[in-house]
Nanobody
Framework: QVDIVESGGGQVQPGGSLKLSCVAS????????VDWYRQAPGKKRELVAE???????KYADSVKGRFTVSRDRSENGVYLTMDNLKPEDTAVYYC??????????????WGLGIQVAVSS
């Protein structure tokens, strides 16, 4: 019914930047909130950033000061801007959004994941 589409990943050198996008398309809906996760090979999934419906944000200690969550309601998208990237940021990144559909909240709508690789 609703497709969650991620984009913006890729390979960058240490110190570089990337901006990940997470856009909801298909049936009429809007993104109420988003959690951004990442999972490196052989490691447990990690919650790295949150954007609540009231605009509050939270960040994991490992990314605080470098990552920023934002929203563009006109495009029905949420974003993760990543600055000063480090090799340890290499992982597959997932958005998990709460959707508003006819004033009803639907939890746990996942993107398929997108690769971020930080290396020389």
């Amino acid at each position: 019914q609703v497709d969650i589409v991620e984009s913006g990943g890729g390979q960058v050198q240490p110190g570089g930047s990337l901006k990940l996008s997470c856009v909801a398309s298909g049936a009429p809906s809007s993104i109420y909130a988003v959690d951004w996760y990442r999972q490196a090979p052989g490691k447990k999934r990690e919650l790295v950033a949150e954007l609540e419906g009231d605009g509050r944000t939270k960040y994991a200690d490992s990314v605080k000061g470098r990552f920023t969550v934002s929203r563009d309601r006109s495009e029905n998208g949420v974003y993760l801007t990543m600055d000063n990237l480090k090799p340890e940021d290499t992982a597959v990144y997932y958005c998990n959004v709460h959707l508003e559909i006819d004033s009803v909240l639907w939890k746990d709508n996942w993107g398929l994941g997108i690769q971020v690789a930080v290396s020389s």
